[in-house]
């Protein structure tokens, strides 16, 4: 029996949606302006990374030919020789918004058709209805931030307050999200975990997405960094998707990272957390060895959209690209007979945007594995093709929303 590995590179968009701009974001291109900016010496950085955008494997599997298809135009540095050696092609969000749970809950098979709720970009930005019960509730004298904000800048500017009041650093952005930073030691990961339960209730009601503990260590705004801790308190899809179906076939669901925070831990029987890319890339090869028949490897590489996409770090993107490329032969090298390999990503995230938000692109989906014959599979109506693509390859049945391209 096959089994298949997807992993989601999160915020890796290809440009071209449709729909760019009701989103505000017309013209954005994740992969296209990195490579732009790369081939003019604009994403070199000492110490880091110099030159064209070098991702000779992605390459060859389909990227480049990927985001042609979606934008009509070529990427610098994507140059591979001759027809590209996996399945590749791209597809398009129907979604209502460009976030997180909407992007992966597609790619499982659900789109998000209903409207999340969102907090103004105001200071205050959460409403005292939300936040006094929360206090009253959780015995808090009050909270700082109350704002939208990045999160390693919030920390480093009330990280130090936070230290000596005791009160926890509540923010948001322009995703559905309300996120709660603390001090793991003098706050406690224990505390702070109960409060963003405690908070997840009382968002309910305004229809948010996400409730996110973000723990920190350190002395002083100079060395506030935030730990592996994170944990995601999201609502439930709104119906089964892919992995309570394969749950259901009998099947083992594997996520890395924060996948199973993100389906509020429904569908996913093991979860392998790491810190940063290259310790997800471990776990994923750990995941590849313990998958057995039937199984799904579902991973999430959360730095290309924390670290660089929404900091607007064009050489962090690059280099990190380039890295996990380099990387990609080992995951490559672990496939059996009968196991697919998927890449894609869950939406844009473009460093050279304006802003900090998400951007609303396509995606590229690009498959191999042995007995994999490169093929184009065109322009996807719906990140929900992925996920019964899937579906197909491990032999359960379809579901309403997608179509495979297997």
Request: some cysteine; proline content about 6%; aromatic content about 8%.
């Amino acid at each position: 029996m096959p089994r298949a590995f997807l992993c989601v590179l999160d915020s890796f968009g290809i440009g071209g949606a449709a729909d760019a701009a009701a989103f505000g974001d017309a013209g954005s291109d994740t992969l296209g302006h990195i490579a732009e900016c790369c081939a003019r010496s604009e994403g070199d950085r000492d110490g880091l990374r110099s030159g064209p955008l070098s991702v000779p494997n992605m390459d060859r599997l389909g990227l480049g030919a990927a985001a042609r298809l979606s934008t009509g135009k070529n990427v610098p540095g994507l140059d591979h020789a001759g027809a590209p050696e996996g399945l590749w092609g791209y597809a398009a969000e129907v979604s209502n918004g460009k976030d997180t749970p909407s992007g992966h809950w597609e790619i499982a098979g659900v789109p998000v058709r209903f409207d999340w709720g969102y907090f103004p970009n105001t200071i205050p930005t959460f409403p005292a209805d939300l936040i006094d019960p929360i206090c009253a509730a959780a015995e808090l004298d009050g909270v700082l931030g109350n704002k939208h904000a990045s999160g390693t800048e919030i920390i480093a500017e009330l990280g130090e307050e936070h230290v000596r009041t005791g009160k926890p650093i509540f923010y948001t952005s322009a995703d559905s999200v309300i996120q709660i930073a603390a001090h793991e030691e003098h706050f406690g990961l224990d505390r702070l975990l109960k409060l963003c339960e405690t908070t997840r209730e009382f968002a309910d009601p305004y229809n948010i997405g996400r409730v996110i503990a973000r723990p920190f260590l350190g002395d002083s705004a100079q060395t506030f960094e935030r730990t592996p801790n994170r944990r995601d308190y999201s609502v439930l899809p709104p119906e089964p998707t892919l992995l309570d179906r394969l749950s259901e076939a009998g099947r083992t669901v594997i996520g890395v990272g924060k996948i199973s925070d993100i389906f509020a831990h429904q569908g996913v029987a093991k979860v392998l957390k790491g810190a940063g890319n290259d310790q997800l890339f471990d776990r994923t090869l750990e995941a590849m060895e313990m998958a057995e028949d039937g199984d799904l490897v579902f991973s999430n590489f959360i730095d290309f959209d924390s670290l660089y996409g929404h900091r607007r770090d064009v050489p962090g993107y690059a280099a990190a690209l380039e890295h996990f490329d380099g990387r990609l032969p080992e995951m490559i090298s672990r496939l059996k007979d009968g196991d697919l390999l998927l890449l894609t990503a869950d939406h844009g995230c473009d460093p050279t945007w304006a802003g900090t938000d998400h951007t609303r692109e396509h995606v590229p989906v690009i498959a191999t594995g042995p007995g994999v014959t490169g093929r184009g599979i065109g322009g996807r109506k719906t990140y929900a093709d992925i996920g019964e693509s899937i579906a197909d390859h491990l032999g359960i049945a379809q579901g309403p929303h997608g179509s495979s391209f297997l």
